[in-house]
């Protein structure tokens, strides 16, 4: 079958509620390429606007982590899309054989789907539907996102309570605040990304519930269990940072940059004692040191500044104390060379008016003794 007289389809090798992925050739460029056909916008009026959406969402992004777009047209009343062909397979697998892979395979998985979410935020787009199976890997191991722009059940979560089977899909990876009814965003996108990387480490997702609803709420409500729990062999650095994409909280997991750069640089091998990046990390507190007094944080802000010891004073010279003259005398002469008791001060004092007397009494004599000898002559 040839479409818009240029790609021709060869097997499918793809099919959802919206349409069909066919392995084909471009004809007039010789290569081979990815042909999506819209099927369902005669039954849902609105498929047609989004299956653009798509196309157009798509077309802005040029990644090596981002499968890429080629042409976008009608044929035989049909919407089509035109896209790379990724010669692999995606990280779906199934539910009587899950996908399970080591920590440094993950880790791989993990910067490069953040590196092609990263490029999609920059330009303002937000993917709404990370799973497995929109995961591609091509036969030299690279990692690519699929289906951008896909507007199932993302808008309105409640919405897609009522299709029994998809929401199952979609809702292993919902993040909180879509479950509650918020738009999306790209932290969003950071938690659907962190469901699937736990999902290739344990073999399931972080939740899972007999129906969508306490799917839903456990989503919104409660701690996912530590993969390590779950006999997943992997640093504690690279759990710690794996659940912080969990967060409830939107603005407490990291950007997916920040995602992409921290798993590229292999800080994922850090075992205890490692620094984790992030949102969620707690501010670094100095170690306590004996007989400093630690101050307690003060809740609502940032833990206080460790104030730096002041600098070595000496302390004031009491004011003199009478003590012991046993003691006063011991301690007065390791201070102070020469006579220093008070009895040396004492005699001294003594000897002083003496000889001053008696010089005097010396002088007094000679001059009346000139005066006498002057009166006689």
């Given at each position: 079958m040839l479409v818009a007289?240029?790609?021709?389809?060869?097997?499918?090798?793809?099919r959802g509620g919206m349409g069909e992925v066919w392995q084909a050739t471009d004809e007039v460029l010789g290569r081979s390429v990815a042909v999506k056909l819209m099927l369902a916008q005669?039954?849902?009026p609105s498929a047609g606007d989004r299956f653009r959406l798509e196309a157009q969402t798509a077309a802005r992004l040029s990644h090596p982590h981002v499968v890429g777009v080629f042409d976008f047209g009608t044929w035989d009343g049909k919407l089509f899309l035109v896209m790379e062909l990724v010669e692999g397979d995606s990280l779906q697998g199934s539910p009587t054989d899950p996908l399970i892979m080591p920590a440094e395979r993950v880790a791989v998985v993990a910067a490069h789907a953040a590196a092609g979410l990263a490029a999609a935020h920059r330009q303002g787009v937000v993917h709404r539907d990370i799973k497995p199976g929109n995961l591609l890997v091509d036969a030299e191991g690279t990692v690519k996102l699929a289906d951008f722009g896909i507007a199932r059940f993302v808008d309105d979560p409640s919405a897609a309570l009522t299709t029994t089977g998809q929401i199952v899909g979609t809702g292993l990876y919902l993040a909180p605040e879509r479950a509650l009814g918020q738009p999306a965003s790209p932290a969003s996108d950071v938690y659907s990304l962190g469901c699937v990387l736990y999902q290739l480490l344990t073999g399931r997702p972080p939740f899972r519930a007999d129906t969508a609803t306490a799917l839903l709420y456990q989503h919104i409500d409660t701690a996912p269990v530590p993969p390590s729990r779950l006999g997943a062999g992997l640093p504690p650095a690279f759990e710690t940072y794996l659940l912080s994409l969990l967060a409830k909280q939107p603005e407490q997991r990291p950007s997916a940059q920040a995602i992409a750069d921290w798993f590229s640089s292999g800080a994922w091998r850090s075992y205890p004692g490692a620094v984790i990046p992030g949102p969620a990390q707690a501010p670094h507190q100095p170690p306590h040191t004996p007989?400093?007094?630690?101050?307690?944080p003060r809740s609502g802000g940032p833990a206080p500044l460790p104030m730096p010891a002041p600098a070595h004073t000496p302390a004031p010279t009491p004011p003199p104390v009478n003590r012991p003259p046993v003691t006063r005398s011991a301690s007065a002469a390791r201070r102070r060379p020469g006579p220093a008791s008070s009895g040396g001060l004492a005699e001294l004092s003594r000897r002083r008016p003496r000889k001053t007397a008696a010089v005097a009494g010396a002088i007094a004599f000679v001059v009346f003794l000139i005066i006498g000898m002057a009166w006689l002559s």
């Open positions: 007289d240029r790609y021709r389809l060869h097997v499918c090798i793809g005669a039954t849902d007989g400093r007094a630690a101050a307690a």
